[in-house]
């Protein structure tokens, strides 16, 4: 079995696609009573928000089955269950025969009614495709955002995030986008998976200078690294940061740098970190029931971008759900115990 484990990320993120993509359906992402859970994540946040929200989801996104190239590995994984069995491809390189910088979009279907929501910059791990990050993806769609899913299967530098800011930039000023004026470009949070996750915290650590050249309306409210890789540090961290790593994660170890060089030296603004109890490298692939990570990702991002009092309650104030949520390792001498810093501890 540990074998196993020690071969899941060569085997998961070598997977790809047939070339009978189509686009995604609101009612395809919005139906996901079919995908059957060996363990199902707990505590208070997924008791609470890892379900999808208020809001119908539509999507730019194509997909079609992960057979092209070397992608019969996802499908494997999937009737394994290790991680989502309704799991389908975009057809960027190498995972099909297009373009590897991709982007693409979630939002909620009736946004042209609603006033500008905030936007969720998130970038997958190293070799991954964006079709393992759908059903996080529009979990967060679902409660009010439009997520800007960018790939470009290597994704560990701030590269892809700025692309994906770009395109939320571009996406927001065409008169022909369904998001024609609809994202509010000042509410940014940066969020990554592994490889993508050290990319928040670089992207997190830009300057505001960096960001005007992107667009002068731009800015970040915060960031949410998930497993992150080991090439960023915290000591240049310059917006609100929630780390999330997981108890079984025997590729980005709990122990090691996201505590040592990351968390531990994130000191000019407020940082939390929580360690996921069962949680592997690939929970956040999972479909959002097994996903140890969904609930309180929803509360971080409501939290941040929408100042939610509900949300704020897991982070904010002397007793804080995060630190009794029992899905996150607790226990005072416990060195993967949830810990927030001083300038969090004052909020």
Request: include cysteine.
């Amino acid at each position: 079995m540990k074998n196993l484990i020690l071969i899941l990320p060569l085997v998961l993120f070598l997977s790809s696609c047939q070339k009978d993509e189509e686009p995604l359906t609101t009612q395809a992402l919005g139906d996901k009573s079919k995908a059957s859970a060996i363990v199902n994540a707990f505590g208070l946040a997924n008791a609470e928000y890892s379900k999808l929200g208020p809001y119908e989801v539509a999507t730019n996104a194509v997909r079609g089955d992960c057979r092209q190239l070397v992608g019969i590995a996802s499908k494997v994984l999937a009737s394994l269950k290790l991680i989502n069995p309704e799991v389908r491809c975009s057809p960027a390189f190498p995972y099909g025969f297009e373009q590897n910088f991709s982007t693409e979009a979630f939002y909620p279907a009736n946004i042209q009614s609603l006033e500008k929501i905030p936007v969720i910059n998130f970038v997958g791990g190293i070799l991954s495709n964006q079709g393992h990050y759908e059903a996080l993806a529009t979990l967060w769609a679902s409660y009010g955002f439009v997520v800007i899913n960018s790939n470009n299967f290597i994704n560990t530098v701030p590269t892809m995030h700025i692309y994906g800011a770009i395109e939320a930039s571009k996406l927001n000023d065409d008169p022909l986008s369904p998001l024609y004026n609809k994202i509010d470009l000042t509410k940014m949070i940066v969020a990554g998976h592994s490889a993508g996750g050290g990319a928040s915290i670089l992207t997190s650590s830009l300057s505001q200078k960096a960001l005007d050249i992107i667009d002068p309306r731009l800015r970040i409210l915060g960031s949410l690294p998930i497993q992150p890789g080991p090439l960023a540090i915290g000591t240049t961290v310059k917006h609100p940061t929630f780390i999330i790593t997981g108890e079984l994660d025997l590729i980005v170890s709990p122990l090691l740098w996201p505590n040592l060089w990351q968390s531990n030296l994130i000191k000019r603004v407020p940082s939390w970190i929580a360690t996921a109890r069962f949680a592997t490298h690939f929970s956040p692939t999972l479909d959002i029931q097994r996903n140890e990570f969904a609930g309180i990702s929803v509360a971080w991002m409501l939290y941040q971008g929408k100042n939610d009092e509900s949300a704020s309650r897991y982070f904010v104030g002397t007793d804080y759900l995060l630190q009794s949520d029992p899905q996150f390792i607790q226990g005072t001498l416990n060195p993967l115990r949830v810990q927030r810093n001083n300038l969090a501890d004052r909020l």
